[in-house]
């Protein structure tokens, strides 16, 4: 099979048998076509000018795919200056597609089995303080003390993601039926199309009752889905940049460095909760973490916050 179909191949299954997100597959398609280019361009480069004008002189089959060829890719990439987690992701894509030509029949041996990148650097996640919350929800609730319907729903947004950990994709996708207002909980459709319920508290279930009472009536005037729960000004669902933009002009204002992006808020609830003492695994399962390693982080994230407080504190330290 010609690389490049392979990998339109390998984009449908990802899409169709696993589920993933279209921004997932999107990710995979661009490193992947970033390797054909890189193999073509290999390959014109070993028959030189022979074959130049031939027909389908530059499209390469997969078996000819080998651990050297991937190998040069990722040098490449590195004497370009991709960041490490860009070459880390790079191989990640190139060893979950050689596992699919594998068990398509294919190609008969793994070439990428051996392939390693330099790891990604951890940085740890923007985590903002209580007191700084606190700030944004009185800022939130003034704004929409009036009744305006859009600050109304923006309350409510940043109160929903602060309280149950979501992420901003779970979040837009939303409908009016996935809240349990008897049981404060709210069923999201997370990565890979996995299904979760989340809790949330009685302040997120308030600013929810007063959205869904008095400002989405008036933004569903003109909805084409009226299922959808956070809507804009013209009716549609919202979308992940508009909350990225609200977030964004919460946060500019704070000091800290990190992203002002949505996932702050998720961070700083994970991190809240291990504060407060809540059981890793529960954490876990509120954020919908596949694997406990990526929940660890927090762990770092708490303790090098309660440093940081000792050290401000303690006369001795």
């Known amino acids: 099979m010609e690389l490049r179909s392979a990998i339109e191949a390998f984009a449908r299954h990802l899409t169709v048998d696993r589920g993933f997100s279209a921004h997932t597959v999107r990710a995979y398609r ?3 076509t970033d390797l054909a280019d890189f193999a073509e361009q290999r390959a014109r480069d070993s028959t030189e000018a022979a074959d130049a004008g031939a027909d389908g002189a530059d499209a390469v089959d997969v078996r000819e ?5 991937l190998r040069d890719w990722l040098w490449q990439g590195s004497n370009a200056g991709l960041a490490k987690s860009s070459l880390s992701r790079h191989s990640a894509a190139a060893r979950g597609f050689t596992r699919w030509l594998v068990s398509t029949g294919e190609v008969s041996a793994d070439a990428a089995a051996r392939l390693k990148a330099p790891r990604p650097e951890q940085h740890l996640p923007r985590v903002l303080t209580r007191g700084q919350m606190t700030g944004i929800f ?11 319907a859009g600050a109304l729903r923006d309350q409510a947004i940043v109160e929903l993601l602060y309280a149950s950990a979501m992420r901003v994709s779970e979040l837009v996708g939303m409908r009016v039926g996935d809240i349990d207002r008897s049981r404060l909980t709210a069923r999201v459709l997370g990565k890979g199309g996995k299904e979760r319920v989340v809790p949330f508290g009685v302040p997120a279930a308030h600013a929810l009752d007063r959205y869904l009472a008095e400002a989405r009536p008036v933004l569903r005037a003109e909805s084409p889905d009226p299922g959808i729960l956070f809507l804009n000004s013209r009716g549609a669902a919202m979308n992940t940049r508009s909350v990225y933009q609200l977030v964004a002009g919460l946060l500019n204002e704070l000091p800290g460095s990190g992203p002002s992006g949505p996932h702050a808020f998720r961070h700083t609830a994970a991190t809240h909760l291990l504060d407060g003492g809540a059981d890793l695994r529960a954490v876990q399962e509120i954020l919908g973490h596949a694997s406990l390693s990526t929940t660890q982080i927090y762990t770092h994230v708490s303790a090098e916050r309660l440093k940081q407080s000792y050290a401000a504190a303690h006369p001795r330290a």
Do not use: H, I, P
């Open 138 to 148: 009185e800022g939130l609730a003034a704004r929409s003390e009036a009744g305006d």
């Open 65 to 69: 795919l080998d651990l050297e060829t």
């Open 30 to 32: 661009g490193d992947l």
